[in-house]
């Protein structure tokens, strides 16, 4: 069966299905997974990945421990933007994020419309 899954990815809700269901097919199949996401060469950048298995400890530890050890000057981080109540139930990654980071952290916050 499925032995090497690629899972193109862009960071829209679409490529977020995509991934969702390669991890199903992993799981099922023993499959590897490899995310690519390609960046516009054009646009003369140096950039590189790092992949963390280990979910053991929160996201935003593992945040705030790679900003500490790649070196990092900024954190830039997508945000759903809840506020309240919806904020209190569901936790908020990046305010965590916010306040366990070593250097400064900019939220991008989604613009579109919450469905209720």
């Known amino acids: 069966m499925y032995q090497n899954i690629l899972v193109p990815v862009d960071g829209s809700a679409i490529s977020d299905l995509g991934v969702q269901e390669a991890t199903k097919l992993a799981r099922l199949t023993g499959a590897s997974v490899r995310l690519l996401h390609v960046v516009e060469q054009a646009a003369h950048l140096t950039v590189d990945a790092v992949l963390h298995e280990d979910t053991s400890g929160r996201v935003a530890e593992i945040v705030a421990d790679e900003a500490t050890s790649w070196g990092a ?28 980071s070593p250097v400064p952290v900019l939220l991008v916050r989604d613009k579109t419309p919450a469905r209720g």
């Open 73 to 100: 000057d900024l954190v830039v981080l997508g945000t759903h933007g809840r506020r309240g109540v919806g904020r209190l139930i569901l936790g908020s990654d990046a305010e965590q994020v916010l306040r366990l």
